[in-house]
């Protein structure tokens, strides 16, 4: 029977009568055929029983009129041989109604990739989170960036886990990666967060910082934290997250950044990691940072870091740190850093220390200063700085 005979005679009423073996087989043209009023007049047992090559030949004006019952009668094999130019003929209300089985039946490197954005707004957070990896993979970086918070939101932390680099680029900083859950930003891998943009760092909350795994905050690269905010840096856990950090990363924060960092935080850190730290870095330090400082960490320090160091935050170190001070941390202090130097530290440094002092630097102290010197300290001067000295 010739299509346009078939279209003429059966009535709008007539297709929802007919049984599924007749419906079987008519060919592909006949079905392509049909008005759309035809199409949307079968019932939800007659489109469940549909070839494959059937569903492939309506076009995409018939399949924009599927009532979304119809839609979510057919199986997941029929949904995996749509054509995508079907697919994305569909509306976002037909979409919403989709079966979350017949969801992952959609091929991934195909039929995903060509869905249009409100279609995927559509979708229920129920449906996301039912996705496979593969499909998700499949989305392109425009999809993503039109993504609900919601919806992103609902995907798991093993999805996340899936996605590519340059689709967690192209998500908004400032609304889709501020709502994620700590769970799924633990999920990311290390080549994942060494590939995002720094507004979509600066877009994280403090509280999102605080909960990232350390072999996550390794993977940063320099120039992404030169650009973190000083409350996310303040909100990373101490003693585990800091320890962690390479040094070449501590050397790309900014003066700002240092300033802000509570005491537990700078304590946490090695003594790798501040013999490595720019001596800008360590002025930005305030007097109360300093006087936090482990003597080990004191005792890290490079010459130049002491030269560079303000008479304040010298002031601010107390005998005991001073006590730790290497001695080629003393002979790098200038002659006006000795003369700031107040009197309790002088009395803590020991033989060994004294002995390593310029004559200079020990021409810089004046007789309150010395006054506090501890009888070993000057015993333990030699003849050359005596014959030296004022």
Request: hydrophobic share 55%; no cysteine; charged share 15%.
């Given at each position: 029977?010739?299509?346009?005979?078939?279209?003429?005679?059966?009535a709008?009423?007539?297709?929802?009568?007919?049984?599924?073996?007749?419906?079987?087989?008519?060919?592909?043209?006949?079905?392509?055929?049909?008005?759309?009023?035809?199409?949307?007049?079968?019932?939800?047992?007659?489109?469940?029983?549909?070839?494959?090559?059937d569903?492939?030949?309506?076009?995409?004006?018939?399949?924009?009129a599927?009532?979304?019952d119809?839609?979510?009668?057919?199986?997941?094999?029929?949904w995996?041989?749509?054509a995508t130019?079907?697919?994305?003929?569909?509306?976002?209300?037909?979409?919403?109604?989709?079966?979350?089985?017949?969801?992952?039946?959609?091929q991934?490197?195909?039929?995903w990739?060509?869905?249009?954005?409100?279609?995927?707004?559509?979708?229920?957070?129920?449906?996301?989170?039912?996705?496979?990896?593969?499909?998700?993979?499949?989305?392109?970086?425009?999809?993503?960036?039109?993504?609900?918070?919601?919806?992103?939101?609902?995907?798991?932390?093993?999805?996340?886990?899936?996605?590519?680099?340059?689709?967690?680029?192209?998500?908004a900083?400032t609304?889709?990666?501020v709502?994620?859950?700590?769970?799924d930003?633990?999920?990311?891998?290390?080549?994942?967060?060494?590939?995002?943009?720094s507004?979509?760092?600066?877009?994280?909350?403090?509280?999102?910082?605080?909960?990232?795994?350390?072999?996550?905050?390794?993977?940063?690269?320099?120039?992404?934290?030169?650009?973190?905010a000083?409350?996310?840096l303040v909100?990373?856990a101490?003693?585990?997250?800091?320890?962690?950090?390479?040094?070449?990363?501590?050397?790309?924060?900014?003066?700002?950044q240092?300033a802000?960092?509570?005491?537990?935080?700078?304590?946490?850190?090695?003594?790798?990691?501040?013999?490595?730290?720019?001596?800008?870095?360590?002025?930005?330090?305030?007097?109360?940072?300093?006087a936090?400082?482990?003597?080990?960490?004191?005792?890290?320090?490079?010459?130049?870091?002491?030269?560079?160091?303000?008479?304040g935050?010298?002031?601010?170190?107390?005998?005991?740190?001073?006590?730790a001070?290497?001695?080629?941390?003393?002979?790098?202090?200038?002659?006006?850093?000795?003369?700031a130097?107040?009197v309790?530290?002088?009395?803590?440094?020991?033989?060994?220390?004294?002995q390593?002092?310029?004559?200079?630097?020990?021409?810089?102290?004046?007789?309150?200063?010395?006054?506090?010197v501890?009888?070993?300290?000057?015993?333990?001067?030699?003849?050359?700085?005596?014959?030296?000295?004022?």
């Amino acid at each position: 029977m010739a299509t346009d005979d078939l279209v003429a005679m059966l009535a709008t009423v007539q297709w929802g009568a007919l049984a599924t073996d007749d419906l079987v087989a008519l060919i592909t043209a006949q079905w392509a055929a049909l008005a759309t009023d035809d199409v949307v007049a079968l019932t939800t047992s007659q489109w469940s029983a549909l070839a494959t090559d059937d569903l492939q030949a309506l076009t995409t004006a018939q399949w924009g009129a599927l009532a979304t019952d119809d839609l979510v009668s057919l199986t997941s094999a029929q949904w995996a041989a749509l054509a995508t130019d079907d697919l994305v003929s569909l509306t976002s209300a037909q979409w919403a109604a989709l079966a979350t089985d017949d969801l992952a039946a959609l091929q991934a490197a195909v039929q995903w990739s060509v869905l249009a954005t409100d279609d995927l707004q559509g979708l229920t957070s129920a449906q996301w989170s039912a996705l496979a990896t593969d499909d998700l993979v499949a989305l392109i970086t425009a999809q993503w960036a039109a993504l609900a918070t919601d919806d992103l939101q609902a995907l798991t932390t093993e999805q996340w886990s899936q996605m590519a680099s340059d689709d967690l680029v192209a998500m908004a900083a400032t609304v889709q990666w501020v709502a994620l859950a700590t769970d799924d930003l633990q999920a990311l891998t290390t080549h994942q967060w060494s590939a995002m943009a720094s507004d979509d760092l600066q877009g994280l909350s403090t509280r999102q910082w605080g909960a990232l795994a350390t072999d996550d905050l390794v993977s940063l690269i320099t120039s992404q934290w030169s650009q973190m905010a000083p409350d996310d840096l303040v909100a990373m856990a101490a003693t585990v997250q800091w320890a962690a950090m390479a040094t070449d990363d501590l050397v790309a924060l900014t003066t700002a950044q240092w300033a802000v960092l509570a005491t537990d935080d700078l304590q946490a850190l090695t003594t790798e990691q501040w013999a490595a730290m720019a001596s800008d870095d360590l002025r930005a330090l305030t007097a109360g940072q300093w006087a936090a400082m482990a003597t080990d960490d004191v005792q890290a320090l490079r010459a130049a870091q002491w030269l560079a160091m303000e008479s304040g935050d010298l002031l601010a170190l107390s005998a005991l740190q001073w006590a730790a001070v290497s001695t080629e941390g003393l002979v790098a202090l200038s002659a006006a850093q000795w003369a700031a130097l107040q009197v309790g530290p002088l009395n803590g440094l020991s033989s060994v220390q004294w002995q390593a002092v310029e004559t200079a630097d020990l021409n810089a102290l004046d007789r309150f200063q010395w006054a506090s010197v501890a009888t070993s300290g000057l015993r333990a001067l030699n003849s050359a700085q005596w014959a030296a000295m004022a």
